[in-house]
DNA sequence: CTCCGGTTGTGGACACTGTCAACATTTAGT
DNA sequence: ACTAAATGTTGACAGTGTCCACAACCGGAG
């Protein structure tokens, strides 16, 4: 019989039903995500903020892992608006080849740039186990209504269309280059570089940038 | 007072004292992570296994998280047998520019494939928070005395010696390797690459060497 | 407007977990 | 032989995800 005012104080609940408890629930577990990752994402604490019985989550989640499952899309298209803002910043040449060698910079960098400025919510975006493949799932898309790893495609696609890329290399290449930067991120995260500091891994994330380009 | 026998039987302990159980609760602890990863190590059942009570773990693991580091060093030292596994595959050619790429794709090569064959293993060798980097820790080190790492790093000293890979493009190059094939390894594991069968994925890894290799 | 079925939220319970403090047993060193 | 340290046990506690039965509310059919 509580809930959250618009300072997310604390507050008696006049009616019975919430309103709108489904995206409530959501925003307070990405909250959580975004602090400790998909362990910092408890039901008990999540309705608690919502000011509201732990069963009532039940009523829009099937259980916790399908709540896991809508943080992590919710993530992924975050981290596809980081991508969008990354792209938007260049400032064109009118050269098509140059132009679209910078696009594919910027996917990159700001995959990356997104993994170091919100690690809990990088973390769900592609671990969390579904079933489906929900790389063309809307709810994973930015402002574009592109995931991102269709940004990515789209980025590969505008350099073979300059002339950049040969079209039999086309093939497969979203992997290489998401392979390369995702790991990245993830050793930057949780493995062996977690060390580097933010301008080192800037660094060297560009010098990684430029052997994808040269090895695609 | 129960144990388990050589056949992982419980049996009747006789004496107090266990005799071995850090290594029996660390070997059940392994267990469970090869079948369901971190997630599926849980302390009561480790102890239940040992034929131990539950706080008994606590005079060998300062908590739960302690013992997750102790996995994950094991797993980090699996891998390195695997990589040390597929080095010792590879047929000599007497060249020595070509045994220096072959070399450097079966670290690659292992890597990937142990990625396959023990997801559970993989997913903890580099995704859980220890505070030092144990790059060069023995206990994640293989019969060769190497990790993962320095296994990787070796290979690339070879690749310079040998003239294929010029010295200024030394540095930050394990780096760049290993991002594209651990980026890999995880968007197989937990990623939109879940689908791949292995075949499919054995394909697109060598594929994605073949970009490592074109790229350093 | 009234009634009634479906939707949404509540209360109480259960099995399970990680961890703590206090105690018991065994081992090892003087 | 005696004592201190190491190792294992008992009992407890707070906290978790989830289930079941019940309560309050909402919207549409009559």
Redesign the interface.
């Known amino acids: 019989m509580n809930t959250l005012d618009n300072n997310n104080k604390l507050v008696k609940r006049s009616t019975y039903h919430h309103g709108d408890l489904y995206r409530t629930l959501l925003e307070a577990a990405v909250q959580m995500a975004r602090q400790g990752g998909a362990d910092a994402i408890v039901l008990r604490e999540v309705t608690r903020q919502a000011g509201v019985a732990p069963n009532a989550a039940y009523r829009h989640f099937a259980d916790r892992n399908a709540l896991l499952q809508a943080v992590s899309q919710a993530a992924q298209a975050a981290l596809a608006v980081a991508i969008e803002r990354e792209i938007t910043e260049i400032e064109k040449s009118g050269d098509l080849v140059e132009d679209a060698r910078a696009r594919l910079r910027a996917v990159g960098t700001g995959y990356i740039r997104f993994a170091q400025a919100e690690p809990g919510l990088f973390g769900m975006a ?4 579904s079933d489906l ?1 929900n ?1 063309d799932n809307p709810a994973s898309a930015g402002a574009s209504g592109l995931t991102p ?1 269709q940004l990515l495609g789209a980025a590969l696609d505008m350099l073979v269309a300059a002339g950049s890329l040969k079209p039999e290399r086309r093939m ?1 290449a979203e ?2 280059a ?10 930057l995260l ?6 580097f500091d933010k301008t080192q891994a800037e660094f ?1 994330g560009q ?2 940038i ?7």
Chains 1, 2 share one sequence.
């Open positions: 592609f671990s969390i186990p493949s790389a790893f497969y992997i290489f998401w392979s390369a930067v995702h790991g990245f991120a993830m050793l949780e493995g062996p570089l977690r060390a060297i010098r990684l430029d052997m994808v380009e040269r090895g695609l």
